[in-house]
Every structure is written in structure tokens, then in C-alpha cells.
């Protein structure tokens, strides 16, 4: 049988070390072709190395020196792509069979739509491809043959729940029987601290997951909520779901990473350690299920498994997100936008945590009295997610 060949888009981020640990264990099927990194040159050098990657991709000369640098002279070195136009370039290389799309932010949107548009197996951990730009995505999807697969774990979980036959996502129609995605969330590590003491929250304290070890960016976002508000969007896109039909329970435990409840009353459920690598595994061998390396699940061990409704004053970016989905597309873009550029702010301790929130409803209020039109092309997605991150910069300086 002929090994699959991957692109891993974001190799040095938790995710593609992730991916990498994953591929390591199935050497026989999973093949690696190409890596890209951002900042991270000696570490993709390594990487690199030990998967025998045959491409990776770089942002600029500087970074290309880097890498270089990194890698052993005596050692033939692969081939080095530069510039933005490399990481399409290597989402759509003809020998690629399946690109891990895992590149944060909307930094990430362009190289995962190329994929899409080239026809390939996409298996998405890019929140933005689909907040930003989800019905440009959906189509491309549909209209070349691509196959998509999510790999957020809470997304991930709900495909699985699904009766999808062996089929990957595509259609534009929501499942039969389905009444309601729930999709479940950690509550992060300010679920139950005095709402007036979130003011003076630093970063390190944001970045202290008590389930998941993720990068900074995303985990300020859990600790906001505002990645759940992403996924609901995520979830209304890939599964056709309207807004109305998605709720977000609070779970603290992470162990179910979310269920979906049929119109004759049965909730099937996803459950698992909270380890990246089930999904990743899941969509690496789907429609088999291989070996992740992750232990088994106690639930004896366990003991409880509680739920509660989320606090909208406590987590107001969840809110925000719920309004931006109704709102439409020009709405979301905007949320995303004027999050990234208020979380970087945040953890370089130049606004607060709860400025967060205030940066986005500001972001939204300005364009609800724009005459916004709702983006029909990569390019005016891309001006519109422009013009947000530079009124966002505004406001947070």
C-alpha cells in the first residue's frame, strides 16, 4: 500500500509536534514531504531531519539562513521554499496526498484554502479558514473534490458522533435526525475566580490551562472563551448547523470533547484524554482508527463528569461571538481580527485581560454602522480582516 504524504503547515507549533509524534508511530503508512515553520528554524531543522522531510517552507532569506545553519553539512538538505506563496505552494505540491492545516490565526487562511482548491484530504486545526472565510472554504471544498476532516478536538468529536459513513464533510445540508451540537469547554482557568478580579489577570496566569497544554495565543483565548465562540462558528460551517441548534455547555473535567443530541432524544458523546493526538490520529487514519499513543481513559478513576451553563459576564467574547455569527461573515472576520491583535497586546501587558472584550465589541460596533457587504473572495476577506486588526491596533495603543 502506498504511504500517505503529508504537509504539515505549522510543524513547530503544538499541533504539528503533535502530528509529527503521531506519524512517527506509522511509519509504514504516513509519509512526510513537506514542513513549514514561521520562527522556529532550528527546531524544523530537527524535525526535518527526523521525519526526512523532502520540502520545507520559510517566510524569508533570514529564516532560510537559520535553517541552514541548523542542518549538518555533511547532510544533503531539502528543498527550502520562501516567502508566503511557498506555503500554498506546498499545501497544493502534486505530491501531497494530505495537508494538516494548523497554522493560528488567519495567517493560516490562505495556505488551507489552497489545499481545498487543490483537491486534497484537509484535515483543519485552523479555526480562521472557516470564522473568516467558511462559505469561500465550504465551496472550495465541494466545487474540487477535497476532502475535509476537523481536527479540533470539540469538532472533531461531533464528526464522530455523526452518521457519516465513512464519508468525509462536504455537504451543505445538516445531518438527518440532529436537533442540537453541544459542544463542551473547560471553563479554562478563570471559571470560578471573582469576575471583578479579571482585571488585573496577567498573562502567565491566562496561559495556565488546567486541562490542555496549548501555545500562548490559544490558551488567553480559552481563558476568554473566545475560542469557543470560534468553534460555534467552526460548528455552523462544517456541519450546516445554524446558530440557534449550537450550545456550549461548561465541562471541567474535558473529557467529553462534545455530543451531539438527535430529535428522538439520544446524546451520543466523544469521550477521551485531553490529548490532541486522538483527533489527529482520527483524521490521519480515518476512516480507520490507528494508534495515537494515548493511554486509555479511567473512568472509574474519574469519578464525575460535571456540567454547567457558561456565565456571559464572566466570558462576554463568547457572547460576542454568538452576535457575530448572526450578525454574518464580515462580522466574524472582524471578531477574529480584532481578537488577535487585542490578544498580543494582552500578553505584552499593554491592556488588560478584560480590555479583551472591550477591543472586540468596539471592533463590531464600528462596522455595524459601516455599510459592510459580506466578502466574495479571498482578497476582500483578507482587506476587510486588514482594517479590523488596524482599528483594533488603535484602540489597544
Not at 311 to 333: H, M, N, T, V, Y
Amino acid at each position: 500500500m502506498k504511504p500517505q504524504r503529508l504537509c504539515i503547515l505549522g510543524s513547530t507549533g503544538s499541533i504539528g509536534c503533535s502530528t509529527l509524534d503521531v506519524v512517527s508511530r506509522h511509519a509504514d503508512t504516513l509519509q512526510v514531504h513537506a514542513l513549514t515553520a514561521h520562527s522556529r528554524m532550528e527546531q524544523l531543522a530537527q524535525q526535518a531531519m527526523s521525519s526526512g522531510a523532502r520540502v520545507v517552507a520559510v517566510p524569508d532569506d533570514a529564516a532560510r539562513q537559520r535553517f541552514l545553519a541548523a542542518w549538518p553539512a555533511q547532510r544533503p538538505a531539502p528543498e527550502i521554499r520562501v516567502g508566503a506563496q511557498a506555503l500554498e505552494a506546498c499545501a497544493a505540491d502534486p505530491d501531497v496526498d494530505t495537508v494538516m492545516a494548523a497554522i493560528v490565526g488567519a495567517a493560516g487562511l490562505p495556505s488551507a484554502l489552497a489545499a481545498a482548491r487543490a483537491g486534497k484530504r484537509v484535515l483543519l486545526a485552523n479555526k480562521e479558514a472557516l470564522v473568516a472565510a467558511g462559505s469561500l472554504f465550504m465551496a472550495a471544498v465541494r466545487q474540487n473534490g477535497a476532502e475535509l476532516l476537523p481536527i479540533d478536538s470539540e469538532h472533531n468529536a461531533i464528526f464522530q458522533c455523526l452518521p457519516h459513513a465513512g464519508a468525509t464533510l462536504s455537504s451543505a445540508m445538516p445531518a438527518r435526525g440532529v436537533r442540537r451540537l453541544l459542544l463542551t469547554a473547560s471553563g479554562g482557568p478563570f471559571r470560578t475566580v471573582d469576575i471583578a478580579s479579571l482585571e488585573g489577570v496577567t498573562p502567565e496566569q491566562a496561559c495556565a490551562h488546567p486541562n490542555w497544554s496549548m501555545g500562548r495565543k490559544i490558551s488567553v483565548d480559552s481563558a476568554t472563551m473566545l475560542n469557543k465562540g470560534l468553534e460555534v462558528i467552526e460548528a455552523h460551517w462544517l456541519f450546516s448547523m445554524p446558530p440557534e441548534q449550537i450550545q456550549v455547555v461548561i465541562h471541567p473535567q474535558s473529557m467529553i470533547h462534545s455530543m451531539v443530541e438527535y430529535e428522538d432524544g439520544s446524546i451520543l458523546a466523544q469521550l477521551g484524554q485531553p490529548d490532541m493526538r486522538t483527533p489527529i490520529a482520527y483524521g490521519l487514519g480515518f476512516p480507520d482508527r490507528i494508534e495515537s499513543g494515548v493511554g486509555p481513559l479511567d473512568l472509574a478513576m474519574i469519578g464525575r463528569l460535571d456540567f454547567e451553563p457558561p456565565d456571559f459576564r464572566r466570558f462576554p467574547c463568547l457572547k460576542l461571538s454568538f452576535q457575530a455569527l448572526e450578525a454574518g461573515q464580515e462580522a466574524c472576520i472582524v471578531l477574529n481580527a480584532a481578537n488577535e491583535i487585542a490578544v498580543e497586546h494582552f500578553l505584552n501587558n499593554r491592556i488588560p485581560f478584560t480590555g479583551i472584550a472591550r477591543v472586540i465589541e468596539e471592533c463590531l460596533d464600528r462596522m455595524s454602522g459601516s455599510a459592510a457587504r459580506s466578502p466574495d473572495s479571498l482578497e476582500a476577506v483578507l482587506e476587510l480582516d486588514a482594517s479590523a486588526r488596524q482599528h483594533a491596533q488603535q484602540l489597544c495603543q
